[in-house]
């Protein structure tokens, strides 16, 4: 306990020095990138005097043509932004460095899925992006064309596509032309207030100069997080599925390994990784797939046994620090669609008297009937949906937790601008992000046993027998 | 200041939440108190109950996370 304190503790003192290291960062970020490279595309019918100077340290947008901004955002109460731009394409725009830390952005970053597989800032493998776009039909290429660099925002671009914090975004403009490699400046966003009151981030690519509205790609997610259909469909195998691919193939060795045991060292005690998942095994089988199927439960024991091991390995693959801190398990996409197989599996499977009691409940009156249907109907989709956000919720929560109490470190030291602050937040960081660890520990059991336990319940809930009613 | 009504929301989902999980793992410790050999019925049982109960705070934060 005391080593892991210790080791923990350098750990932490290094995120410290990470922290200096970034506040210089901010200095010279887009050093690389001064000289415009102008190659094969000329936008010499734009204004080009606004970033004559390249003019790092004053982030004097005095260039920048507001002249009718008036009327397009104040009419929405909206403190204009200082980079607003009037038009989405081509504005004259210069790399803007923000400044300070922002906790919420931080830990989103952190916990969404990206196209590349970052390790602790440092390291970063370049995944293959497949994107379906309706232009061009499917294209292949790898992520590492953009050269990713800190916050995971890219260097380059290659046709219109760019990487912003992770993630592949489309430039939209129709008088943008993108070659295999073009340098891109920076990004920029800028806040804009939607007409229902919710404010929508607009992103922008910065690229010779000039502002470049970004799209991201499709998520279907019924508006909730601002998505919904846009001009690409990305495929790529990002981060969180290289996790579970990776994940799924270290539990079939793991399994596998530990079945070969059962006939090479029949009789004998359990050793080595079959003595790891034997009780846990055992505890699924005779805690809750017993108790809640009874007799059926070998028909539905792999079941149970794929979501316990596959949350469970995820859970465990997320925490493991410095190692990508992938949230698989915490993104509403994956839980949604093994919700979605559980809700089939239970559909499927329920019996009579299962569809009897959601769409004629019997020994009720009627006018509880009335009342009782809709319930049960809805209740069919409810349980799905609380196992999707439940699962995602703690998994989420547990990561953001995590995020926030490192991001004391760059509160306190003012994004790396003082470093006895950084220091006190050190001191606090240690300790709270080890009592978060141990909890999120306990955390990735409950949850897996949970989802599996609730699943068998639902199961057997649809293949119960016999009900006496009195 | 938009997300200040939704904050609150979430907070009162939280008191709601938190007054269920204390009974729901008062009433278990009372009885495993009273019968220990049950204890692996009662753990079961206590879990699956805090599961429903956090399913419909989860739902109530999720909605002040959205509906701001």
């Not at chain 1, 089988?285 to 949350?311: C, Q």
């Not at chain 2, 793992?25 to 009372?30: F, S, W």
Request: with cysteine.
């Amino acid at each position: 306990m005391l080593r892991q304190f210790f080791i923990l503790s350098c750990l932490f003192l290094s995120t410290v020095a990470f922290a200096q290291q970034h506040k210089h960062d901010h200095g010279h970020k887009h050093d690389g990138h001064e000289h415009n490279q102008h190659d094969g595309h000329d936008h010499s019918g734009h204004n080009h005097d606004g970033h004559s100077g390249h003019d790092h340290s004053g982030h004097d947008h005095s260039g920048h043509a507001h002249s009718d901004s008036g009327d397009g955002h104040d009419g929405h109460g909206h403190e204009e932004h200082k980079n607003n731009f009037v038009t989405d394409c081509g504005t004259p725009a210069q790399p803007h460095h923000h400044h300070g830390y922002d906790p919420t952005g931080t830990a989103i970053h952190h916990i969404s899925d990206a196209n590349v597989y970052t390790i602790m800032d440092m390291v970063r493998i370049p995944l293959p992006a497949i994107i379906y776009n309706k232009t061009r039909g499917l294209e292949f290429f790898s992520t590492g064309k953009f050269g990713a660099g800190h916050h995971d925002n890219g260097h380059y671009g290659y046709k219109d596509y760019v990487l912003y914090q992770g993630n592949i975004h489309r430039i939209t403009c129709a008088d943008f032309q993108g070659s295999d490699h073009y340098d891109v400046q920076g990004f920029d966003t800028a806040m804009i207030k939607a007409k229902e009151g919710k404010d929508i981030e607009k992103r922008y690519a910065i690229v010779n100069g000039k502002g470049y509205l970004l799209e991201q790609k499709t998520i279907w997610d019924a508006g909730l997080l601002g998505g919904g259909p846009s001009n690409f469909i990305d495929l790529s195998p990002t981060k969180n599925v290289v996790s579970m691919i990776l994940v799924s193939l270290l539990l079939f060795l793991g399994f596998r390994s530990a079945a070969k045991a059962y006939t090479t060292r029949a009789g004998e005690a359990p050793s080595g990784i079959q003595a790891y998942l034997e009780p846990m095994f055992q505890y699924i089988r005779d805690d809750v797939a017993i108790p809640f199927l009874g007799d059926k439960h070998e028909k539905f024991l792999p079941l149970l046994m794929t979501i316990f091991f596959f949350i469970l390995g995820l859970n465990l693959w997320g925490q493991v620090p410095f190692l990508g801190s992938v949230n698989v398990t915490g993104s509403l996409t994956v839980t949604a669609i093994m919700a979605i197989i559980v809700f089939i599996v239970t559909t499927i499977n329920g019996n009579a008297d299962y569809w009897k009691h959601i769409l004629w409940p019997p020994d009720t009156p009627l006018f509880v009937k009335i009342i009782l249907i809709p319930v049960e109907i809805m209740g069919m989709f409810i349980k799905p949906l609380t196992l999707m956000l439940r699962l995602a919720g703690n998994i989420s929560a547990g990561h953001i937790a995590i995020l926030s109490f490192v991001g004391l470190i760059f509160i306190f030291g003012k994004a790396g601008a003082s470093l006895g602050g950084s220091l006190t937040g050190t001191a606090l960081a240690i300790p709270l992000t080890l009592f978060m660890m141990a909890i999120e520990l306990i955390v990735a059991f409950v949850q897996a046993f949970v989802f599996t336990i609730l699943t068998a319940s639902y199961l057997g809930a649809a293949t119960e027998e016999h009900h006496d009613h009195h | 200041m938009t997300g200040t009504l939704a904050a609150v929301g979430a907070g009162l989902a939280v008191i709601g939440a938190g007054i269920g999980l204390g009974q729901i793992g008062g009433k278990a410790v009372e009885a495993i108190a009273r019968q220990p050999e049950a204890s692996g019925d009662i753990r079961g049982a206590m879990i699956l109950m805090a599961a429903f109960m956090e399913g419909a705070a989860l739902i109530a934060i999720l909605l002040s996370i959205f509906m701001t």
